[in-house]
């Protein structure tokens, strides 16, 4: 799998430290400098308990060392940040995001980048988007010369024929889907995402193009393919739940018939929706515990990964639409001519729709958060994502929303956090560079005025953002939300 990463410390990491402290104790070479984060609360998200009194040294981008206060002797020339009673947590990752979708190129580096840097979100899983964007964005946040969160990309998706969404390459055969991942892969992309409307032969072929070009696939579980055959076919990571809870209803095949089908038929709205609607009732009458023990064990052994988006769940598929208000704090932090798009969007989908079919909804989003909780019991391995880039789902803040979630659904405060940090560090074979607060790693971390081991809702409380070694206090962050506000108001 091709991720951008610093090999060349990953190669000598061991060596790191003792070097990074001789530019510590010097601090003198011209443009070198040193963060001190003294007498903090360090929650590191290794799973171990919250640390006291720390200091955290940084020099280079980069952590230094990690221990007691009065036993860390800080350089002479350190800028000092004095954070008694604060809470240090790794930068957050958002592992499922659009960043090209909003208008490009202001969209991405004027509104959603900001809103993401501002939110501690340090990382960003790219979830499907233009590479005539991606690919510049990358290399000027790699450069330094603009700040964002490191990006890891898909870029097009790929799907049958018509795709659901653009950019997207269709695929109808073999021979498609080996040239549509060789070309994507020789552009750069660090995996390769599936949509909805994959014939069963394609997904397969797509599979089988990835395994032969050493590299990863991830997204939704086509419609034509159970969630089991996904699992075994090697997809790394399914995205909103897609074909799962079907899979765990007591006769599967039936209903994918069913939704297969209705996609298939040219109805009138009323006459569709009625088709879906009897399919989430039989969807929560027919669920069975012992068919979704079955494939959470099928989950675990295949290390398949799962990212719910509930908070998209709940804004787009299930829930009523005054929760979607324009109103939202952070509307305002979204241009005006998309925001108008989003509330089109939203009076077209819910056009007509009567008590009992958002009822219906709602159970099922229940039974989607329920089945989030099994899947952590279980030992399914989970990740924070939004789905940023769609209606209604705020970027940035949406991330903390989702926390909120995953915490409804069961997870402690420590798995929530990890849900958002330690994990997506695994998931992306990054753990020597991220993911947790310890020497060697880089500097993103997240500065809090609560502690989110106590509520989950005090990662919101935040008092300062260091990306990559550099300080972003609490007025630079102000000051960035402003800057979106305005630049918002006047698109």
Sequence with gaps: MKFAKPTKFAAIEFLFVFAASIVLGSCSRPGQSALAITHVTLIDATGSAPQPDTTVLIADHRIVSVGPSKMT????????????????????????????????????????LPLLIANGITTVREMGGYLESLIPLRHDI?????????????????????????????????????????????????????????SRDAYFAIARACRQEHITFVGHVPDAVTAAEASDAGQKSIEHLTGVLRACAKDEPHLMREQIHNSRRKETPAGSRARELAVERELLQTYSGTKAAELMAKFVHNQTWQVPTLILLRNLAYAKPEIDRSDNPAAKYVPRKLLEQWLAVRHKQNEGWASQEFAVRAALLQRSIQLVGT?????????????????????????????????????????????ATKNPADFLGETKTQGTVEPGK??????????????????????????????????????????????????
């Excluded at 969160?149 to 950019?167: H, K, N, R, T, V």
């Design 442 to 491: 880089f500097a993103d971390l997240l500065l809090l005025d609560g502690n989110p081991l106590d509520d989950i809702h005090n990662t919101r409380k935040i008092r300062a953002v260091i990306l990559r070694g550099k300080l972003l206090d609490r007025p630079a962050v102000d000051e960035m939300l402003s800057t979106v506000e305005k630049f918002s108001a006047a698109h």
């Design 142 to 198: 790699e450069g330094g010369k603009r700040l964002g969160p490191q990006i890891f990309f898909a870029g097009p998706y790929l799907d049958g024929s018509p795709p659901s969404f653009q950019p997207s390459l269709v695929v109808t055969n073999s021979v498609e889907a080996a040239e549509d991942v060789h070309q994507l892969v020789a552009r750069g992309v660090d995996f390769i995402k599936v949509q909805s409307v994959l």
């Design 73 to 112: 002797d800080i350089p002479r020339n350190a800028q000092i940040l004095d954070a008694t009673g604060k809470f240090l947590i790794p930068g957050l990752a958002d592992m499922h995001a659009h960043l090209t979708g909003s208008g490009e190129p202001a969209g991405s580096r004027e509104f959603i």
């Design 375 to 419: 899947m952590q019991a279980s030992g399914v391995q989970i990740m924070a994502g939004t789905d940023t880039g769609a209606p209604y789902v705020f970027p940035g803040f949406a991330l903390h929303d989702e926390l909120a979630l995953l915490m409804r659904a069961g997870l402690t405060p420590m798995q929530a956090l990890q849900a």
